[in-house]
């Protein structure tokens, strides 16, 4: 056993793990969710606003973390359009457009009495990394001059008073990394105050934990947190229920406890083995 | 024929087999092929005299024969592109191999035509030609733009150092090309250095000073929330002591140093755990994505109920 273990071809390893993910997605296996308090911090910073409050969704990812982050960009947007908030759509990132036009996609489906340039606005993709943020939280017109259908902000209900995004109740960012929630903190939430939470990919993570909760309000760190974010959603809102797009974390946690075990299970045996051979050594 | 093209051979054999066998049962059961879209037309009047908006929605393949729905024949070969990608993508776990190749370069020149369109349109066209010259743009390329926009003429010093950043290709004077990038790195720098002071360094260390003894409202001890503050401020002070090299690392220095290591290989060990997650977290999309969009094997969003 152990010489089977010791002289195992990784790509052994790759086809168990494709394995312990694709037979829970394949049976549908799904497990319950407890909301940890820090998610619950990021829910009742978007709920305990009153409705109708400005909120800023910045989405800045791409299709390369969107099986992570999706979910929750998908629960914020929902969140804030069941408060009957105002959403600002942007995105730091190029293909982030595309990210967002999902979301503007699934209001359209879920709630139709939204409507555009009155309730949300798209303001497309802004080039320079953190130079957009820098210059919309003095002058947002200077640097986002029209939405993504080109039509001057001044000519949009939503918009045509704002000045900067001071203005803002709320940031919301979900991050897969440079610029995101950290260029936020930087440049938006801790010079200028503004109340900011994000939803960032496993990576980054840890490193936005220090500024919690001073100049970070909360924050959902991978797939995990996107997960109970959604079950707490669906307690507070239970017409959410039914809803199976709006349960994607939820699903994505299946295949994921599978994997943690399996992956626990090739830890323990690689330090056996590690320990066996030490002693064997001397 | 050597064991690895063997092996290639095989799961090339088995794969497009399963797949064919797969699309034939398919089509036996529901009279369509997996992996292939349909759309509504939605058609939007619009306000004035113009010519109406047809857009196509996604919609479910068991609304096939419906009025306004057709078969989208880009939108089904974007699913197999997407799938065969992702294939070839995880065929390097194999090993290095031409699909492997091919798809990584797709990806590259993909991602680099489309940053540079999108790119091009949004600053160049909107912010820089919109500023500028904003009578030809309303009518060219930006209809939208507001009728009162006069030219704002300080949108001239970017455009000049465009231009000296581009020098750089012709065939003399690339030096030129230095000097806007001198002032792009300075005033990046002086941006940046602020803000990592004021966020970074005062905000932190404001961060760690925290009360060490907790009273909750009725003036008795929070125990967890003390335990919690006394973690944070040692564990900054030993992770800081570890980093301090002016002093040798024995005696209590070195214990303290010992215990900063632990707890910042704690932190590591953190961040291989959230990464794992994320990891799974994106596998685990994208078989999601190859059994339920292509394959047709799951159902979780209930997208072809009724085929």
């Known amino acids: ?28 296996a799904r497990f319950p969710e407890d909301p940890s308090p820090m998610v ?23 299709p390369a973390s969107e099986g992570e982050l999706h979910p929750m960009a998908a ?18 990132w190029p293909p982030g457009t595309v990210m967002v036009q999902k979301q503007i996609t699934m209001l359209e489906r879920e709630f139709p ?7 949300y606005v798209n303001m497309g993709f802004r080039p320079g990394y953190e130079g957009p943020i820098k210059l919309i939280v003095t002058d947002l017109k200077k640097a986002i001059a029209a939405d993504v259908q080109g039509t001057s902000l001044d000519q949009i209900p939503l918009t045509r008073d704002l000045k900067n995004i001071q203005q803002m109740d709320l940031i919301i960012n979900v991050s897969a990394g440079y610029p995101g929630a950290k260029e936020w903190v930087l440049y938006a939430s801790t010079p200028y105050g503004i109340p900011t939470v994000a939803g960032t990919t496993g990576v980054q993570s840890p490193l936005l934990m220090p500024y919690i909760p001073n100049q970070l309000t909360g924050m959902l760190g991978a797939i995990k ?58 | 024929m050597n064991r690895e093209n063997l092996i290639w051979l095989t799961l090339m054999l088995l794969g497009g087999g399963f797949l064919l066998i797969n699309a034939g049962m398919k089509y036996s059961e529901t009279g369509t092929v997996n992996g292939s879209v349909y759309v509504q037309e939605i058609v939007v009047e619009p306000e004035a005299d113009a010519p109406p908006i047809v857009t196509y929605e996604r919609t479910m393949a068991s609304l096939r024969n419906e009025p306004g729905v057709s078969f989208s024949l880009s939108r089904t070969i974007g699913v197999w592109a997407a799938a065969l990608c992702t294939l070839a993508v995880f065929s390097f776990l194999w ?31 909107q912010n ?23 030219t704002e003429w300080e949108y001239v010093v970017p455009l000049i150092l465009g231009v000296m950043m581009i020098w750089r290709l012709a065939p003399s004077g690339g030096w030129i090309a230095r000097w806007p990038l001198a002032f792009f790195i300075g005033a990046t720098a002086g941006i940046r250095l602020i803000s990592y002071l004021e966020s970074d360094f005062v ?30 401020v040692f564990g900054v002070f030993v992770s800081l002591v570890y980093f301090f090299f002016s002093v040798e690392h024995t005696g209590t220095v070195g214990a303290l140093a010992r215990v900063g290591i632990w707890l910042l290989m704690i932190t590591f060990g953190a961040s291989f755990g959230y990464t794992v997650m994320g990891r799974v977290a994106l596998l685990a999309a994208r078989l999601e994505f190859i059994f339920d969009e292509w394959l047709w094997l799951i159902d979780p969003l209930q997208r072809r109920l009724g085929l």
């Not at chain 1, 273990?5 to 394949?26: C, G, K, Q, S, T």
């Not at chain 2, 820089?128 to 006069?150: I, S, V, Y």
């Not at chain 2, 335990?227 to 944070?232: A, D």
């Open chain 1, 225 to 282: 947190a996107a997960a109970e974010y959604e079950q707490l959603l669906i307690d507070e809102y239970p017409q959410l229920k039914d809803n199976r797009q709006a349960q994607e974390a939820l699903r994505r946690m299946g295949p994921q406890l599978v994997a943690h075990v399996f992956l626990i299970v090739l830890i323990l045996i690689g330090n056996a083995i590690y320990f066996i051979e030490r002693r064997r050594s001397r």
């Open chain 2, 128 to 150: 820089l030609l919109g500023n500028l010259l904003p009578a030809l743009m309303r009518q060219t390329l930006l209809p939208g733009l507001d009728t009162a926009k006069t």
């Open chain 2, 95 to 125: 090993g290095d191999n031409p699909l492997y190749k091919l798809a990584e370069s797709v990806f590259v020149g993909v991602s680099a035509a489309y940053a540079m369109v999108v790119g091009f349109w949004t600053e160049i066209v």
């Open chain 1, 75 to 92: 629960a914020f947007t929902r969140q804030c359009a069941l408060k009957n908030h105002k959403m600002y759509f942007m995105t730091l």
């Open chain 2, 203 to 232: 905000q932190q260390i404001n961060n760690t000073i925290l009360p060490l003894v907790v009273l909750s409202a009725d003036r008795t001890i929070d125990i967890w929330s003390s335990v919690k503050n006394i973690t944070i």
């Open chain 1, 1 to 28: 056993m152990f010489e089977f273990f010791r002289n195992l071809d990784r790509r052994w390893v790759f086809l168990a793990m494709l394995l312990a993910v694709a037979i829970p997605i394949l049976l549908g």
């Open chain 1, 40 to 62: 619950r911090s990021v829910f009742e910073a978007i709920d305990n606003l009153p409705e109708g409050s400005r909120v800023l969704l910045a989405l800045d990812y791409d």
């Open chain 1, 113 to 119: 009495d939204y409507e555009y340039g009155i309730d």
